[in-house]
């Protein structure tokens, strides 16, 4: 061990006195040149912007970025913008305050003026005394970075390399950023991701770590904004919290998001340069050893996120090559994500096992909105919350999904905003408000509207997806900056306002997001970018249609969304359901206006579907989804599952459609299943009930008062303050009291952090 570090410290004094010389050489005959022209060249920029406020002049972006273009002291176009326009805008409103009190502070005597020189000397020593610091602090830097470089991916220098890389992952995934609201972050820590064997009858959750242990390479699948990325974050944290040392070996994760993949032919060599890269966007360069080593040794752990965000016309070249790189490298772990609805059992051959992200129950929803508890104005609070979701079924529907979640706790906690009965209705609000209704409130002028805004997200989701890239995920800014200018002007506005329209739609709405230092940019989900698309066709039924047609997969969600949003959806709902009837039945529950005998049809085929079929999950959700729909067509399918529980005789029937039942969230159904909650034959019962959390426990309470442990059991398992109220309540019964005691402990403790407890016990 000593030898191993006496030979890091020759190599790194020997490199140290290499890089001296070169320093010496290079630095001796003008060491503040490049910086001193940069400055030069700021200063020249900022001067225009002056000119043009003292001349009343709009801001000229454009104008500058192309006269400053080929510069040659590393300025991008993008930094020469921004340099601009932050020096205009200063100006501009230096200018507005100083108009009518100029003439006041205008110095009377010799004194004044001879105040106002040594202000000036003192501003421009100050001004000299920060470059030069601030020359000598990146002199350093770059010195330490030159070092870190050279000898980085060498093998007595990994530790460090891994410290480094350790410390990249937590920077960069510790906190998850929420783009439209201005103080919020989540923190990845207190991310829980409830997990289940796909196509399981057994509804019982998977703990990460207990999966991780199981299963050694795994699929993960789940719905948009289910918490896949989240997931794999989740995991990049554990490794910086150290918290992954269950696992045997050394496991070192390496997060690849797949959309970045874009060859027709994916070789092993490219997907290693890929993951070499991952590393070196996490200051950990060189690691090409590195990832050899661990590749053969499997002691990377390969995070593959996001299978359907590969285009369509990539993706069969992404699995063939992912199939092969996990041939070559049997030892290493894997986890595949992937939505629900593009996932055709690709890998079943590679893996150990398929997971789901299973939705979230009353539980999970409460630990998720613990971090908003002090976020939240007086007379507003998680529990009043839970109340208005249990009061809309199909928002709670929503609220069961971590983004979505998100999004409805941030309106509900920083806006006036009411939320509505209906999927389509709620985006449609939640958009507006991020777009510009929120400013009217808080006191914040836009300068655009909100319809323009909403235009312009339209057309870059749109083009997006209809453009031949490759990445359907990211837009280059020159992309960007070049669609808008043929947008802008059907808008009544100038192709100069390009810059300051998307700006004011990152910084102010947060549905658009800057990558890389603004040369590119994306939505900040991709179900947002899906919606703004639906807008985009609200009067292209058979432009939608036709694109459909060519890819079922990429537009999937988008027709889905468009449904609720067209006025009549039967022509394209009955073209959907010939080539995707899910799909179909999926628009029915959004749609407004669908001709009776297409929807009859289509529910008709769907209710022999979940009779017949074992995995009936995707087809109990969007049956369920219809059956919460209290006009005649809900309500004739709700009746059609409540005959099933009281006349079929066939087992297999009356478990598919208590799962069905379970999905609608309707509090009538509780009673419904709790009649055949004493069946041993349907266990399956016990779960839904769970499933719908506070709204069975009043029932659950009921039952628990006849002496059932089971029931018991059932409300430590829904584990919310309304359960662990309902568990209190036995002990006021002799025969109850030492069956209830340790239940009631088990959940008080789980909630300690809950803001009602207290009010309660």
């Known amino acids: 061990m000593k030898q191993k570090y006496l030979l890091r410290l020759f190599i790194l004094t020997l490199s140290l006195s290499i890089f001296l010389g070169s320093v010496s050489s290079s630095y001796s005959q003008n060491p503040s040149s490049t910086l001193f022209k940069q400055q030069a060249l700021i200063q020249e920029i900022k001067g225009y912007a002056k000119r043009h406020v003292d001349h009343n002049e709009n801001m000229k972006t454009e104008l500058i970025m192309d006269l400053y273009e080929d510069n040659s002291v590393g300025l991008t176009k993008r930094k020469i913008a921004e340099i601009y326009e932050t020096e205009y805008e200063q100006l501009k409103q230096e200018k507005s305050s100083n108009d009518n009190s100029f003439s006041n502070k205008l110095p009377k005597d010799l004194s004044g003026w001879l105040g106002i020189i040594i202000g000036v000397i003192g501003v421009i020593y100050g001004v000299i005394a920060k470059v030069v610091n601030k020359w000598i602090t990146t002199i350093i830097e770059k010195i330490g970075k030159w070092f870190y470089k050279q000898l980085s991916g060498s093998h007595f220098f990994e530790d460090i390399n891994l410290k480094g890389y350790r410390k990249a992952l937590g920077k960069k995934y510790e906190k998850l950023n929420i783009s439209f609201s201005d103080n919020h972050s989540l923190d990845m820590r207190e991310v829980y991701v409830p997990l289940k064997v796909s196509g399981s009858k057994d509804s019982q959750l998977i703990e990460v770590d207990n999966a991780l242990n199981d299963y050694k390479r795994l699929v993960v699948k789940g ?198 009965h209906s999927r389509i209705e709620f985006y449609q609000k939640a958009t507006e408000i991020f777009l510009g209704l929120r400013d009217k409130w808080k006191n914040i002028h836009n300068d655009y509207e909100g319809k323009n805004k909403r235009r312009v997200l339209q057309s870059l989701a749109l083009y997006l997806y209809d453009s031949q890239q490759q990445d359907r995920r990211e837009i280059s800014y020159d992309s960007m900056r070049n669609k808008l200018k043929e947008i802008l002007p059907s808008l009544n506005l100038s192709p100069n306002d390009t810059n300051a329209i998307i700006k004011e739609i990152c910084d102010r709405s947060g549905l658009l997001l800057r990558l890389d230092g603004g040369e590119n940019y994306k939505f900040a989900h991709l179900t947002l970018q899906e919606y703004f698309a639906a807008e985009a066709l609200r009067e292209n039924e058979q432009v939608l249609i036709n694109k459909f047609k060519i890819d079922t997969v990429a537009w999937r969600e988008i027709v889905k969304l468009w449904c609720g949003l067209a006025t009549d959806s039967s022509n394209l709902i009955g073209e959907v359901y010939e080539k995707d009837p899910l799909a179909a039945l999926e628009c029915l529950a959004d749609a407004q206006v669908v001709d ?135 002990l006021d019964y002799p025969e109850l009291e030492e069956k209830a005691a340790w239940r009631v402990a088990t959940v008080l403790d789980k909630l300690k952090e809950d803001e009602t407890i207290s009010d309660r016990f």
């Not at 969007?622 to 066939?650: K, S, T």
């Not at 034959?681 to 069975?696: K, N, P, S, T, Y």
Request: aromatic fraction near 8%; glycine fraction near 4%; proline fraction near 4%.
């Open 223 to 420: 719905a948009p904004g289910s918490g896949k990325s989240m997931l794999c974050r989740r995991l990049c944290i554990d490794y910086v919290d150290d918290q992954l040392k269950y696992l045997s070996g050394q496991t070192i994760p390496i997060l690849l998001e797949l959309h970045e993949l874009k060859e027709s032919n994916l070789t092993i060599e490219r997907l290693k340069k890929k993951l070499v890269e991952v590393c070196a966007l996490n200051d950990f360069p060189k690691a090409d050893r590195f990832i050899d080593d661990g590749l053969k040794k499997g002691s990377v752990f390969l995070l593959f996120d996001g299978l359907d965000e590969v285009t369509s016309s990539a993706r069969s070249s992404v699995i063939e090559g992912i199939k092969k790189f996990l041939d070559t490298y049997e030892k290493c772990r894997v986890i595949i994500t992937c939505r629900t609805a593009v996932y055709d059992n690709q890998f079943f051959d590679l893996v150990d096992q398929t997971l789901e992200i299973e939705e979230f129950r009353d539980k999970q929803i409460r630990d998720f909105l613990k971090t908003w508890k002090s976020k939240m104005p007086p007379g507003k609070s998680v529990k009043q919350l839970m109340e208005q979701l249990r009061k809309r079924p199909r928002i709670m529907e929503l609220a069961r999904n971590p983004l979505l979640l998100t999004m409805i706790t941030y309106l509900y906690t920083d806006t006036p905003f009411i939320l509505p």
């Open 596 to 730: 009776e005998t297409l929807a009859n049809k289509i529910i008709e085929y769907f209710k022999q579907q979940l009779l017949s079929q074992e995995d009936t999950d995707n087809i109990a959700k969007a049956l369920a989804a219809v059956a919460a729909d209290y006009r005649p067509r809900g309500e004739a399918l709700l009746q059609f599952l409540i005959d099933i529980m009281d006349e079929d005789d066939n087992l297999s029937h009356k478990q598919a459609a208590a799962k069905t039942l379970s999905y609608t969230n309707l509090p009538q159904v509780v009673e419904i299943l709790a009649k055949y909650y004493h069946q041993p034959h349907l266990l399956e019962v016990r779960q839904e009930l769970i499933r719908m959390g506070d709204l069975a426990v009043s029932t659950l309470e009921s039952i628990a008062m006849e002496n059932c442990e089971e029931a018991m059991d059932d409300l430590v398992s829904i584990g919310t303050p309304d359960a662990a109220d309902a568990l209190n309540k036995l």
